[in-house]
C-alpha cells in the first residue's frame, strides 16, 4: 500500500502523543482546516487509535469531519468505522451506518451482530442475522422457511 503524506504525518502524531485528546487536538488543527482530504487508510488509523485510547468522542468526531468532506472511504475504513461505534457501545449509529454501507462483507456482518449478541441484545443479533441472509442467500432463505 502506498503511504501518503498525510498518512505519514498522522503515523508521527500517533507515535508522537500518546493520549488521544493530544492527537485528536493535533490532527484538528493540522488537517481539518486543509483543502486537501486525507484518504481512507489514514481515517482507518485516527479511528484505531480512538478505540485504543477509550476515546468515543473522537471516533464521532472523525466521522463528522468525513461526512463534512465528503471523503469516500473504502469498505476497510467503512468497517473500522463501524466498529469503532460498536466498541464504545453506540448501537445506534453503528446500524445507521451499516444499512448506509454501500457494500456489506462478511466482516461488516460480523462486527455489528458480535457487538449486539455480546451486549445482550440478542433479538437485534438475530433480526440482522435474517436480514442479511435474505439479502444475500435469498434461495438458502426460502427453502429454510419452508
Known sequence: MIRTVYDTKLSRLVALHGKAKSITHC???????????????????????????RNPNSGKSFHCHILKRGTPLDLFAQNVLL?????????????????????????????LANGFS????????LHLLLRYASSQFPLLVSLLGR
Open 27 to 53: 490532527f484538528y488543527s493540522t488537517h481539518f482546516h486543509h483543502q486537501d482530504a486525507l484518504d481512507s487508510y489514514s481515517y482507518a488509523t485516527m479511528l484505531q487509535q480512538a478505540i485504543q485510547n
Open 83 to 111: 466498529n469503532t461505534y460498536v466498541h464504545f457501545h453506540s448501537f445506534d449509529d453503528a446500524s445507521k451506518l451499516f444499512d448506509e454501507m454501500p457494500l456489506i462483507n462478511t466482516a461488516s456482518f460480523v462486527t
Open 118 to 125: 455480546s451486549s445482550g441484545q440478542f433479538h437485534h443479533a
